[in-house]
């Protein structure tokens, strides 16, 4: 069963044909900037089970040098998904709908995490991205 999702305005929609892994809360500053928010929910995903459904012609993505990038509707601004060197890798749990059969595992960047917010779960916290999820 194939995961479906969106932006605010509907003009994007992606759907993703496999499942997804890895779901995490980031809370690196870039994450947080693109977000406006403590931190980022992403689930991670097979870039070959990945496509845009509707309104590719919205989707911009901002790539830094590192080659990771943010996919985000250009009309809402809604953030959608992660890229690495132009590969959609991951996708915003916020912008499925539905279920999507996963549920965030732990915290990744809590050494930059926003001084303002405390993370008060229960969930395991790393200072940077872990190796194996």
């Not at 499942?19 to 931190?39: E, N, T, V, Y």
């Not at 689930?43 to 070959?48: G, H, K, Q, R, S």
């Not at 509707?54 to 901002?62: D, E, L, R, S, W």
Request: aromatic residues 10%; hydrophobic residues 35%.
């Amino acid at each position: 069963m194939a995961i479906n999702g969106g932006c605010l305005c509907g003009r994007v929609r992606y759907e993703v044909a496999g499942g997804l892994s890895g779901a995490d809360h980031c809370h690196c500053s870039r994450c947080r900037r693109q977000h406006g928010a403590a931190f980022a929910t992403y689930a991670d995903l097979d870039p070959a089970d990945f496509r845009w459904t509707a309104g590719a012609a919205f989707v911009k993505v901002y790539e830094t040098s590192s080659g990771a990038g943010w996919c985000f509707c250009s009309e809402c601004g809604s953030s959608l998904a992660g890229t690495v060197n132009g590969e959609v890798t991951a996708i915003t749990l916020g912008t499925v709908e539905g279920d999507p059969g996963v549920t965030p595992g732990f915290h990744i960047f809590v050494g930059s995490r926003a001084p303002w917010y405390e993370i008060s779960d229960d969930l395991p916290q790393f200072d940077e991205r872990p190796t194996a999820t």
